[in-house]
């Protein structure tokens, strides 16, 4: 099964990358480099990057190997600032709030060649808040890349529960709740960024914003 198999898990922020060779569970090896996308808004091409990142890969496997690794990886997972305008993939937002489903949903695949081709699965980001209908309204919207996906790995290892907080610090932190699921929610859901709002999706792909429906902030996960 993939969750047995050796997969690189890749989350690339703001100035920093971040990868890991892990297999059914345990983290053969990890590294960090400093290139992200702020790199790439400065000039960084995409080729470069690509570059760089299999750099990392190759290494991992190497230090992998020769602390017992038996299988090749199979696939590459991506999440992070990777999914922006500039990265390798981009992705809109999903709306908040959004589930595991709509997480699974977003995720779109590529092929990345390091000294074979893998298959390369992207994760969206969420977003909250209508960022284009006033000052005060961007002040209480936010959008995140990442740290969607770290919540719900926090979760699933039972690390946090409902009526948890999860405070992510990096090149922009993050303030997250988790809340009780209730009648009306089949899974617990972590509210971000605060109050009620409507969503903000850059690119309006989720129709709330152009329909002006209220949504609630968060995110629902397992």
């Keep these: 099964m993939l969750d047995e198999a050796p997969i690189f898990c890749v989350d690339m ?22 290139f992200g996308i702020r790199d ?22 190497a230090e992998a190997v020769h602390a017992g690794l038996m299988r090749k990886p199979v696939c590459i997972a991506a999440a992070g600032m990777i999914t922006s305008p500039t990265g390798l993939r981009h992705l809109p937002h999903i ?8 997480l699974g949903r ?13 298959p ?3 994760v969206a980001g969420v977003a909250t808040g209508d960022a284009k209908q006033s000052i ?9 890349r990442g740290e969607e996906t770290l919540c719900v790995g926090l979760l699933a290892h039972h690390h946090i529960g409902a009526d948890s907080a999860v405070l992510n ?8 709740f988790i809340d009780e699921a209730t009648p009306h929610r089949e899974k617990p859901h972590f509210i971000d960024w ?10 309006s792909t989720c129709g709330c914003s152009s329909a002006g429906a209220p949504r609630e902030s968060g995110c629902r996960v397992v």
């Design 13 to 34: 922020g703001t100035t920093r990358t971040r990868v890991w060779l892990v297999e059914d569970g345990r983290i053969w090896s990890s590294a960090a480099a400093d």
């Design 40 to 61: 790439a808004a400065r000039g960084m091409t995409r080729e470069v990057m690509e570059t760089s990142l299999r750099s990392l890969m190759k290494r991992l496997t």
């Design 95 to 102: 709306c908040a709030p959004a589930g595991l489903g709509e």
């Design 106 to 118: 977003s995720v779109e695949q590529t092929q990345f060649n390091i000294d074979e081709m893998l």
């Design 120 to 122: 390369m699965y992207f």
């Design 136 to 144: 005060d309204a961007a002040l209480s919207s936010d959008l995140m």
């Design 169 to 176: 610090l990096g090149s922009h932190w993050k303030w997250i």
């Design 194 to 203: 605060g109050n009620d709002s409507r969503c903000a999706d850059p690119d």
